[in-house]
């Protein structure tokens, strides 16, 4: 994993091989700069489970 410094001095974890989708990354910046903590558990849960699901499908 390569580090690399956001324009406002934060470090973020970065793949050198994968681009994220822009949406990715605004969500990412959301919970970073201003997202109250009950909406941090709600996209938490929403994305983990989008994983989980994705997962086992092309684990099968």
Request: aromatic share 4%; proline share 3%; hydrophobic share 35%.
């Amino acid at each position: 994993m390569q580090m690399y410094k956001e324009s406002k001095g934060q470090n973020i974890e970065h793949h050198a091989d994968v681009e994220l989708p822009k949406s990715i990354k605004k969500a990412l910046r959301y919970i970073k700069q201003d997202a109250p903590i009950e909406k941090v558990h709600k996209i938490e849960k929403a994305l983990g489970l989008a994983i989980k699901q994705r997962l086992k499908r092309i684990e099968k």
